[in-house]
């Protein structure tokens, strides 16, 4: 009987480090290509709407890179924490709040301010406020080790509620007929766009986050540090650090991340605050970090990838298939990537009986 | 009259990544035999009983267990076949009762958990071989060495066969060695067999009955106890004589460096680990730190460096108080450590080699262009590391975990050296290294000591210790018993500090 | 308010509660063997989805439930295969798993949205009890299914404690090393709580579809396997403290659609948030307190590797 057996590997496969995440993605198509078929629908045809929704025109790119925009920022920010091994799971909660403190200076000095002082006001406003939600559970994991993944993910709840509470009552437009959306942002408080595309600012915003958290991380003395305690407390502690202080602080920093990605959708593209302003960015950033192996130029990319999947999921209706299938084909890249790490730190051997 | 062994393992190889840890190695126990397996750390004793124990499975090799050939593939295959393991680190759910941990997959419990009934079993085994335990008891509110009755408990319980133990008298008191030692003659009365592992001599000599010698993954010697001796025992496991003679010494010590005075410091359960520790340390000597683990040594020496604070009592470097100094602080008055936890503590696991050579001055200036860290001076500083201290690499940007023990410990050690300390503390650095690893990094302690930097060493080894150290303090239960000049005394003296006698009209702090 | 719009929010605390129950003890029994399943809303949904396209396919209720508790175990087992045999991060898998649950369901039940059904599980009429005054209308007039998800928690609690099984499923969760040290197989326990989790997610999703709002929508647990995964530690990982905070979830989630006609002036937004608070607090507060027995399962979301040196 040929049994598999995994051997820990000396060294990561370097091949493997690359094919893996380039493999989950294409086996996540052929899955997608199976259910499709099972549902009787012509997978050429759907990859096709599929395609060419997402980049068969430049419309259809400036789309893309308009959902890939904040997949861009909540990816870092979470890329981040878990550089720290800190598994900040509440983006989602972190980008409404965001979104709220950007639309509440929005609502309040929108109308009597330039944007100058508005837009910057704003994204202090989105910083602060995502970074309370990530410091809320930064706190209790730095001083009383309470496990922060499930904080985070409880707080993303309270803050969707919050939203919701906003939305439905006090901010709600009184013209809106009844849906829960604040009143429109004037001028001032919108994002400068690209011609008549609705790529907006944030893009640059992103990019420059992106440059940003690569030099810090690689080349600061705070980078180093975060290298360092990511790895091992242990170690951190016997060169100096300061563990309590930096878990704080990087909590703090990524949701201060995340919430500028809630304040960029507010402004640069509902310019509102509305329910449901964010569709799950939060947790598909998870995807794109992991995907990314947490590097800052990856993530651009790969949120640019997954942008793409959620323009098309939409152009991909009109052949009479659900928008649901993106989320299939997002869970699934997940997968095979998850099961397929297990190639970057292992050797996969088949065992034969060897030992009577 | 030819016995039929109770285990016999024969060609067994096991190899993991980058290591051969058993070379085509044979072994058998017979029944009611103490056999001790002997060898230096990394010799293979763990892998091969590991092996036995079903815990890893060889790459060759046949095992017999009373004469017939058995797969032993999982844990359970091997506790069926009689075979029990005692693992250094105790395999005990912490939340669980003594009764419940005995009881915990064995074939033989009822479906349905009855305390009561769970209990009088738990006493019935232990009281069968002389052994007191509270059956009701949480494992986490045990002390280690009745932890240690647990583990043997739940294996007799089983009706093991064969006990292995893995280094069962490291985390013991001495009284409760001679306590284990009177459970496992009384086991061997009744039959059964031990195997210990061990590398302590003066073990082997008094509770074996059969040693078999280990180096570097194959059997290099075995016999009856009675035909051998310490002196044979240790060519067999060093392969070489060893030189108990002092190193000669160029220099004669200079002043006190550091000064510690009655300071207390808290583990990490919350109870006093350094109850009253007061020595001084001089220039250019290396006092050795000796005692059974956990006796306070690795919180004397946290609370030394600045990464635990002390309750009270003052430490005190060249006539200044430095209590309230921090890690960095005293980095930077030259305080420098090596840790007993080398990768994990003293280097990071998946961090490069480069990263690592800068970790404790990683924010001195000489390595920064303005704001960043330039990577073109980090690296020539690292490759004056590892060209001066013999560290063996394939790539600077590999990760640290690649390398070898031994290089591991020199990268270590030569990163401290690098900081030119004025006090070097380091604990068990030669522990687990091959002899001639061994060799390199007291070298470099020698040489540090003739520069003048005073030295602390934490050894496990009473050889080492007259071999390397000019002082030694024993530490026993948090309390430094005695403070000896190493060439004014003896093993027996030491050993019975270790234990907790009190020294009269002897030089003490 | 008068007491029978006291005796129909009581009655509806426990339908409420009931979907969660099932789900919650899923995932207590996954957590117990120290897997992490944050996968438990898009397991309720593919219960909820293919529960309800069976039922309306064959006619059969029963038959819609096996399809649930299908559907919930095959998703589980993907949980199972990735974090154990693999050892992929756990909390990675079981987002994947939602994200993909949600993806599939939504796949899947298109064509069905809104379509009405008339199957599903009438509400018991029990002799004496049902006729108590207020009682029973509180606590025995409804369907087998609300029965059954008490009887199910009490079960497990008994399973955990009571028996020998129950010790080998903790012991995983505590100290894996100390399990595979005594022959208790770990990889196969995980797999088994992981799909039987699985499989009570799948079913309290198909209350929700069969039972509790008849119908097929998109998304419709609405959050709820995420109350379910909050309740676990609600309840500090006992089956039976989980019953109890299933109907406190339960009768928040009855009380925001009441609010009003109570004449309450609070909104229902801040009911929302209410379970996951607490859940907030009492994590803290059994942490702060580090109470050994009440805590997390040691070893969760570890994976387990026994050559791992």
Redesign the interface.
């Known amino acids: 009987m040929a049994k598999i057996k995994l051997i820990r590997r000396e060294k990561e496969s370097p091949l493997a480090r690359v094919l893996v995440p380039v493999t989950s993605v294409l086996m996540a198509f052929a899955v997608g290509w199976i259910i499709l078929a099972l549902a009787g629908h012509n997978p050429v045809l759907v990859y096709q709407k599929l395609y060419n929704g997402a980049l068969g025109s430049s419309y259809a790119v400036s789309e893309t890179m308009v959902k890939a925009i904040p997949l861009m920022v909540a990816g870092l920010a979470v890329s981040l924490a878990f550089k720290m091994k800190l598994w900040n799971i509440g983006a989602e909660g972190q980008i409404y709040m965001g979104a709220l403190a950007a639309s509440w200076i929005a609502l309040n000095l929108g109308q009597s301010s330039g944007p100058w002082l508005v837009i910057p006001l704003m994204m202090i406003a989105a910083f602060a406020a995502g970074a309370c939600w990530g410091l809320v559970p930064g706190v209790l994991k730095a001083y009383w080790q309470v496990n922060e993944t499930i904080i985070t993910l409880m707080l993303n709840y309270v803050a969707i509620s919050w939203v919701d509470y906003l939305v439905f009552g006090p901010w709600k437009d009184p013209n809106s007929m009844g849906f829960p959306l604040t009143p429109i942002f004037a001028p001032a408080a919108q994002l400068p766009t690209w011609g008549d595309s609705r790529v907006h600012l944030g893009l640059i915003l992103a990019m420059v986050i992106a440059i940003i958290f690569y030099l810090s991380i690689q080349y600061t003395r705070w980078g180093y540090e975060v290298r360092v305690m990511g790895e091992s407390s242990a170690a951190a502690r016997y060169a100096g650090m300061n563990v309590t202080k930096n878990i704080m602080l990087v909590m703090l920093i990524s949701g201060g991340i995340a919430g500028i990605a809630g304040m960029i959708e507010v402004s640069g593209i509902t310019h509102r605050l509305q329910q449901g302003i964010s569709p799950g960015y939060g947790y598909t950033a998870i995807i794109v970090a992991w995907l990314a192996r947490l590097n800052p130029l990856a993530i651009i990319m790969v949120a640019f990838l997954f942008g793409a999947l959620l323009v098309g999921g939409f152009a991909v209706q009109i052949v009479g298939v659900s928008f649901s299938i993106t989320q299939v084909l997002q869970g699934t890249v997940l997968f095979f990537l998850l099961a397929g790490e297990i190639f970057i730190n292992y050797k996969v051997v088949l065992a034969h009986k060897e030992v009577l | 009259m030819k016995r039929t062994p109770v285990i016999e393992m024969k060609g067994i190889s096991k190899r993991?990544?980058?290591v051969i840890a058993n070379d085509k190695i044979s072994f058998r126990v017979y029944p009611g035999e103490i056999h001790a397996l002997l060898g230096e750390n990394g010799a293979g004793k763990s892998t091969l009983m590991s092996i036995l124990?079903g815990?890893?499975?060889?790459?060759?090799?046949?095992?017999k267990v009373q004469g017939r050939?058995v797969?032993l593939?999982?844990?359970?295959?091997a506790?069926?076949a009689g075979i029990g393991?005692i693992?250094q680190?105790f395999?005990?759910?912490?939340?669980?009762t003594v009764a419940?941990?005995i009881?915990?997959?064995?074939p033989k419990?009822?479906?349905?958990?009855n305390r009561e009934q769970m209990e009088t079993e738990t006493r019935r085994v232990s009281q069968s071989y002389g052994l007191t335990i509270n059956p009701g008891a949480?494992v986490?509110q045990l002390s280690l060495g009745e932890q240690q009755r647990v583990e043997i408990i739940?294996m007799l319980y089983?009706g093991c066969e064969v006990l292995i133990m893995d280094e069962p008298t490291t985390v013991l008191t001495p009284g409760e060695v001679k306590e284990l030692f009177e459970i496992l003659r009384a086991m061997s009365r009744q039959g059964k067999s031990i195997v210990l592992i061990t590398h302590k001599l003066n073990e082997v000599m008094e509770i074996a009955d059969y040693v078999t010698v280990l180096r570097r993954g194959r059997v290099v010697g075995e016999d009856r106890i009675e035909n051998l001796d310490e002196g044979r025992l240790t060519r067999m496991m060093v392969a070489r004589e060893v030189a108990y003679s002092q190193v000669k010494r160029d220099k004669s010590v200079g002043q006190v460096v550091l000064s510690v005075d009655r300071l207390k410091v808290q583990g990490d359960l919350g109870y006093l680990a350094v109850k009253q520790a007061s020595f001084d340390l001089r220039q250019g000597e290396i006092m050795a730190i000796a005692g059974v683990a956990g006796n306070g040594q690795k919180e004397l020496v946290e609370a030394l460096v600045?990464?635990r604070s002390s309750v009270s009592g003052t430490v005190e470097y060249q006539g200044e108080e430095i209590n309230h100094l921090?890690?960095?602080e005293r980095?930077s008055l030259g305080i420098n450590?090596v840790?007993e936890?080398r990768i994990?503590?003293?280097?990071?696991?998946?961090?490069s080699i480069i990263?690592n050579s800068i970790?404790?001055n990683?924010?001195k200036e000489e390595f920064?262009t303005g704001?960043?860290?330039n990577?073109k001076k980090v690296r020539r500083y690292t490759e004056g590391i590892v060209d001066k201290y013999n560290v063996y690499f394939s790539d600077l940007k590999?990760?640290v975990n690649?390398l070898s023990g031994g290089n591991l410990q020199k990268l270590l050690l030569g990163r401290e050296i690098e900081q030119k300390p004025r006090v070097l503390l380091a604990s068990y650095p030669v522990r687990g290294l091959d002899v001639a690893a061994a060799e390199d990094i007291y070298g470099l302690l020698l040489k540090e000591r003739d520069k003048g930097t005073a030295i602390l060493l934490v050894l496990e080894d009473l050889e080492d210790i007259f071999r390397i150290a000019d002082r030694v303090a024993v530490m026993y239960q948090g309390s430094i018993s005695g403070i000896l000049e190493v060439n004014k005394t003896s093993i027996d003296e030491i050993g019975s500090l270790m234990v907790g006698a009190q020294l009269t009209g002897v030089e003490n702090g | 308010m008068d007491i029978n719009a006291w005796t129909a929010l009581l009655a509806a605390t426990i339908v409420a509660g009931t979907p969660i129950l099932f789900a919650a003890a899923g995932e207590l029994l996954a957590e117990r063997s120290g897997i992490l399943n944050l996968g438990v809303e898009g397991m309720m949904l593919v219960g909820a989805a293919l529960g309800f396209i069976v039922t309306v396919n064959t006619g059969n209720h029963w038959v819609g439930l096996l399809a649930a508790l299908a559907g919930g175990g095959s998703m589980a087992a993907i949980h199972a295969l990735v974090t154990v045999s693999l050892r992929g991060n756990q909390v990675v898998s079981g987002l994947a798993l939602t994200i993909f649950g949600s993806g599939l369901s939504g796949f899947l039940g298109k064509n069905y949205q809104g379509i009405p059904m008339n199957y599903g599980f009438k509400s018991l009429d029990l002799p004496v009890l049902s006729d108590l005054p207020y009682l029973g209308a509180v606590f025995f007039r409804h369907d087998i299914l609300v029965y059954f998800s008490v009887i199910l928690a009490l079960f497990m609690w008994y399973l955990l404690y009571k028996t020998k099984w129950g010790l080998a499923i903790r012991s995983v969760g505590e100290n894996p090393q100390a399990a595979d040290a005594v022959g208790i197989d770990v990889s196969r326990i995980r797999y088994l709580c992981t799909i039987a989790g699985g499989m009570l997610a799948g079913l309290g999703g198909a209350y929700i579809s069969l039972v509790y709002a008849p119908t097929w929508q998109e998304n419709m647990t609405a959050g709820r396997g995420w109350i379910a995964v909050a309740l676990v530690i609600f309840a500090l990982w006992n089956p039976t403290r989980a019953v109890l905070g299933a109907y406190l979830f339960g009768g928040v989630e009855a009380l925001t659609f009441r609010l009003q006609t109570m004449g309450i002036n609070l909104s229902s937004f801040f009911l929302a948030m209410f379970p996951y608070l607490v859940t907030i607090l009492v994590l803290v507060v059994v942490t702060i307190r580090r109470r050994q027995d009440a805590g997390a399962p040691q070893a969760l979301s570890v994976a387990y590797d026994r050559e791992e040196r």
């Not at chain 2, 009881?103 to 064995?106: R, Y």
């Not at chain 2, 419990?109 to 958990?113: A, D, E, Q, T, V």
């Open positions: 993991f990544p980058g124990a815990l890893y499975r060889p790459d060759n090799g046949i095992i050939a797969k593939d999982s844990p359970r295959k506790l069926e393991m693992y680190h395999r005990l759910v912490d939340n669980f419940e941990n009881v915990l997959g064995a419990s009822p479906s349905k958990i949480r986490h739940k089983r600045g990464i921090n890690v960095r980095i450590m840790p936890d994990g503590t003293g280097l990071v696991p998946n961090l990263d970790l404790r990683y924010y920064f704001f960043f860290l990577y590999h990760p690649y």
